[in-house]
């Protein structure tokens, strides 16, 4: 099977929102389907290693924003490359709070959504959240960023210089170039993952 079929598979970008107790947490998803009209359900499905999934889980709720093409890296680095176990994503990114007592992300996304879970799918690695949709709101006419364009535009791409003889390591997460001898130790100081996730590029 040519498995490069499946990138050709169209996706949009979101961020997931949830609360539980007084903590909030959010992550990047590019899983988000409306799945009926009447009812109006959507679903997601998010990994189960992920805070967020366990923040919905304890919590039966989540907001969900729509990121659009005036996003920068920024926010993926934010809320997609550090875990909220051990840091607040919403220190330093400003959110609001929706009806449902759960921020969403106003700066660099066009609409949101607040969802209630109705059922939950186990899907080994991950779970997939069946939600009603109870609130929402069109925030800007910017269109909606897709997956496609985030790696096209957005992602930061590797800067490699032909005429220098020096290794170079691209991250496939975030972009980062390493330059020399790659450690089977090294951790990526942007995404925070590992060697195992680099290519050699030069």
């Given at each position: 099977m040519d498995t490069s079929a499946m990138f050709k598979i169209s996706y949009g970008?979101?961020?997931l929102t949830a609360k539980c107790g007084p903590f909030s947490n959010g992550c990047i998803i590019n899983t988000l389907q409306q799945v009926t009209n009447t009812p109006n359900r959507v679903s997601v499905t998010v990994n189960k290693t992920n805070y967020t999934n366990y923040m919905i889980r304890q919590s039966g709720k989540f907001n969900v924003?729509?990121?659009?093409e005036s996003s920068d890296f920024d926010l993926f680095k934010n809320f997609g490359f550090v875990s909220g176990r051990w840091e607040n994503k919403f220190h330093s990114f400003p959110s609001i709070c929706a009806a449902n007592g759960i921020p969403y992300v106003k700066k660099s996304c066009c609409a949101y959504l607040s969802c209630k879970v109705v059922k939950?799918?186990?899907l080994g690695t991950h779970t997939m959240?069946?939600?009603e949709v109870t609130d929402g709101e069109v925030l800007s006419d910017?269109?909606?960023?897709?997956?496609a364009y985030y790696h096209a535009k957005v992602k930061p791409q590797p800067q490699v210089k032909a005429e220098d003889n020096k290794e170079k390591w691209v991250c496939n997460i975030c972009g980062y170039v390493y330059e020399g001898h790659l450690p089977d130790d090294f951790i990526c100081p942007?995404?925070?993952h590992g060697a195992a996730d680099?290519?050699?590029v030069s």
């Amino acid at each position: 099977m040519d498995t490069s079929a499946m990138f050709k598979i169209s996706y949009g970008l979101y961020v997931l929102t949830a609360k539980c107790g007084p903590f909030s947490n959010g992550c990047i998803i590019n899983t988000l389907q409306q799945v009926t009209n009447t009812p109006n359900r959507v679903s997601v499905t998010v990994n189960k290693t992920n805070y967020t999934n366990y923040m919905i889980r304890q919590s039966g709720k989540f907001n969900v924003s729509t990121i659009d093409e005036s996003s920068d890296f920024d926010l993926f680095k934010n809320f997609g490359f550090v875990s909220g176990r051990w840091e607040n994503k919403f220190h330093s990114f400003p959110s609001i709070c929706a009806a449902n007592g759960i921020p969403y992300v106003k700066k660099s996304c066009c609409a949101y959504l607040s969802c209630k879970v109705v059922k939950e799918i186990d899907l080994g690695t991950h779970t997939m959240f069946i939600a009603e949709v109870t609130d929402g709101e069109v925030l800007s006419d910017n269109a909606p960023m897709t997956y496609a364009y985030y790696h096209a535009k957005v992602k930061p791409q590797p800067q490699v210089k032909a005429e220098d003889n020096k290794e170079k390591w691209v991250c496939n997460i975030c972009g980062y170039v390493y330059e020399g001898h790659l450690p089977d130790d090294f951790i990526c100081p942007l995404c925070k993952h590992g060697a195992a996730d680099f290519t050699r590029v030069s």
